[in-house]
């Protein structure tokens, strides 16, 4: 017998996601702002409660994760019944996909939305639509230009990777009442505790109001916990049936749930976390706007700058990898001018404004 097997033909029609670089050739110490990671790492008592853990790791974890989905309940103020826990928010992500998508369906994202909706769309067989953007923000009129019988989704990153931009509590309203009730919203808030504006909402309110909208949330980002993967949504009980019966039996580590029990726990994390994010991004936007930087407004732990050429960017991120500083190249988002910036320590914020400052007058 010859040939090989092989594989659906929607495999071939997305490139692999490539996650933030963390090393460089040559170089022993080096500053990682690529990812979007938590400044700070995850709390110490999220690590203590990983290694206490870690001696019943021969364990089998809880299926439903009831103590994780009660302590995120507790936390958040929602009913943990119609809580799903999930190995990063990407994998809740997908499994949305999976249900509600498929060949003959289409999914609506914006123009510069977060890569892997339209990654999972695609291998499910959706035809993935980009809507538009206004000043680099979701369009809610655009997106539902797009919105056609085959549409059965709406993907929405709020705040947004790679901008930094979000939609208001009002428009997001907007939104979900101009979409037909059979297509789903799905509201990524992954980015959600960095936000300080009264006029934002993670999404919980347009969950709460219907049966057709999905919010969905992390524990990789301000809670420090990415390499450990854990992400979780709040849905209606019906979405939530359906994410249950297509999720794997054991998909959250024993060990991750402590951590993040633990994390959540700690009162004072967050509200820490968001008060060093909220200043040093401010200060780092001035010192890289002082140096004559074109830096977009952020409502996430990143800043988006556009270096006004796509040579001038590679130029600038050669120019950052030989003093060990990692950021991130935006070009397969469509904006290939720009350079994505996570929010460290003050220590890493300066050592970047620095080395910024001197590119500028090369």
């Given at each position: 017998m010859?040939?090989?097997?092989?594989a659906r033909a929607e495999i071939f029609s997305v490139a692999s996601y490539?996650?933030?670089e963390s090393k460089l050739a040559g170089v022993n110490r080096v500053i990682k702002l690529s990812s979007n990671e938590g400044a700070f790492g995850p709390p110490p008592a999220a690590v203590a409660a990983m290694r206490a853990a870690a001696a019943e790791m021969h364990r089998y974890p809880d299926g439903h994760m009831v103590r994780l989905r009660q302590a995120i309940g507790a936390a958040f103020g929602l009913d943990p019944e119609r809580i799903v826990c999930g190995n990063g928010s990407d994998d809740v992500l997908a499994l949305l996909i999976q249900s509600y998508g498929g060949p003959g369906?289409?999914?609506i994202m914006s123009a510069h939305g977060f890569s892997i909706y339209e990654i999972a769309g695609k291998i499910a067989g959706c035809t993935?639509?980009?809507?538009?953007?206004?000043d680099l923000t979701a369009d809610v009129d655009a997106i539902l230009a797009l919105v056609n019988p085959a549409t059965k989704m709406v993907f929405l990153a709020n705040p947004n990777n790679p901008t930094g931009t979000l939609l208001p509590r009002a428009e997001l309203a907007r939104l979900r009442a101009g979409l037909p009730g059979q297509?789903?919203?799905?509201?990524?808030?992954a980015y959600a505790e960095y936000v300080t504006r009264a006029d934002y909402d993670a999404g919980v309110a347009l969950v709460d109001a219907g049966e057709n909208t999905v919010m969905t949330r992390t524990f990789s980002k301000i809670y420090g916990l990415g390499g450990a993967r854990l992400g979780w949504a709040y849905a209606p009980a019906p979405v939530v049936d359906v994410l249950n019966r297509v999720r794997g039996p054991f998909n959250v580590?024993?060990?991750?749930?402590?951590?993040?029990i633990a994390a959540l726990a700690d009162g004072s994390w967050v509200p820490t976390c968001?008060?060093?994010?909220t200043a040093a991004r401010a200060r780092l936007a001035a010192a890289l706007r002082a140096a004559g930087f074109l830096v977009h407004p952020s409502e996430a732990n990143?800043?988006?700058v556009d270096f006004a050429t796509p040579e001038r960017a590679v130029a600038a991120d050669a120019f950052l990898r030989q003093r060990g500083i990692i950021v991130r190249n935006v070009k397969s988002y469509g904006l290939p001018s720009c350079l994505r910036m996570t929010i460290g320590t003050d220590e890493e914020c300066a050592a970047l404004a620095g080395a910024l400052g001197e590119f500028a007058f090369v």
């Open positions: 010859s040939g090989a097997p092989k490539v996650g933030g369906t289409e999914l993935v639509r980009k809507a538009p953007e206004r297509v789903l919203l799905v509201i990524d808030a580590s024993a060990l991750v749930a402590e951590a993040a968001r008060a060093h994010n990143f800043l988006l």
